[in-house]
């Protein structure tokens, strides 16, 4: 039933879904706080569109969040589903194959900012929302909260949960903005890194000075911020930060073999990343690397004349952006503050170093022997013919610590993305295939949550 659904009206699933892909609800950026608006307006009528009744534009201090539900029974389980209709910022726009905001079908994947991150991944639920409601399927209770400021921290979405908790009432949490291996190898995320996120900014003399006229004589702010920030690993790739593993929660033995079990081709990733090696903390497989492990990186940096042709200045700044992803028991404020305090530390008496927190957030492990991961997992063996792998992402999602210290609720990860779909950079993707199937599997999870 539901398969002919989805079949019969895939056309105009897409049709909809491009709709809210043209719109650039960048986040980040102010100039397109209309857009964004735009965004959230478009899954509201949605929505209602779809059967939810008490579908409201919730506002806050920055973008605002969409409310809706679906409440056919008190007594049966409750459901709140939780993602973002705000997207990364496009650029490099040259890099792109075709424009961002235009989404295209190419090879059976949808190219498009937002296209998997999250705008894809959200629309699913709309869907299987709507399919429920038409066929008269929906056997639970159902709560959306889709947000507009994920990518920028997700600070007045923490506040308007405080604030909510009896409308926010429910027995889990459903979330579709992760990954899974791949389309034969299902998977479900149990474990997300936690995030720190800074900003430096490093001065050397009141003004652009003449290379040539200064330079050797006074500091290059250049210089001076890629020794320091060259200084924050060690020869075996560790962070050197004093403290920054003291918290550090060690998987067994037996945990991290069983990490490694799950589909993993070394040749293929180098491959679709186009290097001849990779690198990382020695001692651990690039599983453990990207799951398991803590990291820094610099996600950006700049200073100087970067125009065309040539101009020999010697900058009197230079700033860079930095992440560090945290695993459990890292703290985000905590890291921040040992970040902060080290990197200061380690200046040179001819510059003066700014040292800006932007935002964070926890670590989270969601468990595998709740009723609702049961639920899951029962759906995937039903749609897909198996049983999904349990994984640890790489990446953050800093509400779901917040979900659970608030409401107390555990999430279910339940995303139908790849990793090789580009989310963040240039050609972002989404495949048709991970559209329609994950329609069709969280339409699945609900049958098997009302029986739990």
């Not at 589903?81 to 997207?87: K, P, S, W």
């Not at 690993?233 to 929660?249: C, L, M, S």
């Not at 530390?345 to 991961?373: E, L, M, N, R």
Request: hydrophobic content about 35%; overall charge negative.
């Amino acid at each position: 039933m539901i398969k002919e659904y989805i079949q019969s009206n895939q056309q105009r699933f897409l049709d909809e879904l491009f709709d809210l892909l043209r719109i650039p609800s960048v986040s980040a950026d102010s100039r397109h706080k209309a857009d964004v608006r735009k965004a959230a307006e478009y899954i509201v009528q949605k929505l209602k569109d779809a059967g939810a009744e008490a579908v409201q534009l919730c506002e806050t201090k920055g973008h605002p969040i969409v409310y809706g539900e679906k409440i056919i029974n008190p007594s049966l389980p409750t459901v709140l589903v939780y993602g973002h209709y705000d997207v990364q910022p496009p650029d490099p726009l040259n890099l792109w194959t075709s424009p961002p905001f235009e989404p295209v079908i190419k090879e059976g994947k949808i190219f498009a900012r937002g296209s998997c991150d999250d705008k894809g991944q959200v629309y699913m639920h709309l869907k299987a929302f709507e399919a429920m409601m038409k066929l008269n399927q929906l056997s639970c209770n159902v709560k959306f909260m889709i947000e507009g400021e994920e990518e920028v921290g997700s600070d007045n979405l923490g506040i308007f949960v405080k604030e909510n908790k009896a409308k926010l009432k429910a027995d889990v949490i459903l979330i579709s903005d992760t990954s899974m291996i791949s389309l034969e190898h299902p998977s479900i995320t149990v474990g997300l890194r936690g995030l720190s996120y800074m900003e430096v900014e490093v001065t050397g003399p009141n003004r652009d000075l003449h290379s040539g006229v200064y330079g050797g004589a006074v500091a290059n702010p250049i210089n001076v911020l890629s020794k320091m920030i060259g200084s924050l690993h060690d020869e075996n790739g560790r962070v050197t930060i004093p403290g920054f593993y003291d918290k550090v929660a060690e998987l067994s033995p037996d945990d991290r073999k069983k990490l490694n079990e799950a589909p993993f081709d070394l040749a293929e990733y180098k491959k679709d990343l186009a290097i001849d090696d990779i690198q990382g903390e020695k001692g651990f497989t690039t599983l453990e690397r990207t799951g398991i492990r803590p990291t820094l990186d610099a996600n950006g940096i700049w200073g100087g004349y970067t125009g065309e042709g040539a101009k020999t200045v010697l900058p009197s700044k230079a700033s860079a952006k930095i992440s560090m992803r945290l695993v459990p028991n890292q703290d985000s404020q905590e890291i921040s503050e040992l970040f902060t305090k080290h990197f200061l530390s380690i200046a040179p008496k001819s510059v003066k170093v700014k040292v800006t927190v932007h935002h964070g957030g926890q670590p989270a492990v969601t468990p595998t022997d709740s009723k609702a991961f049961k639920a899951a997992s029962d759906a995937f063996v039903e749609v897909w013919g198996k049983a999904p792998i349990p994984t640890r992402d790489g990446g953050s999602i800093p509400i779901v610590s917040l979900f659970k210290k608030e409401l107390g609720l555990d999430t279910v990860l339940m995303g139908f993305g790849l990793d090789s779909d580009a989310i963040h950079s240039p050609n972002e993707h989404y495949g048709v295939k991970n559209f329609l199937i994950g329609i069709e599997t969280i339409f699945t999870f609900y049958k098997h949550f009302s029986k739990k």
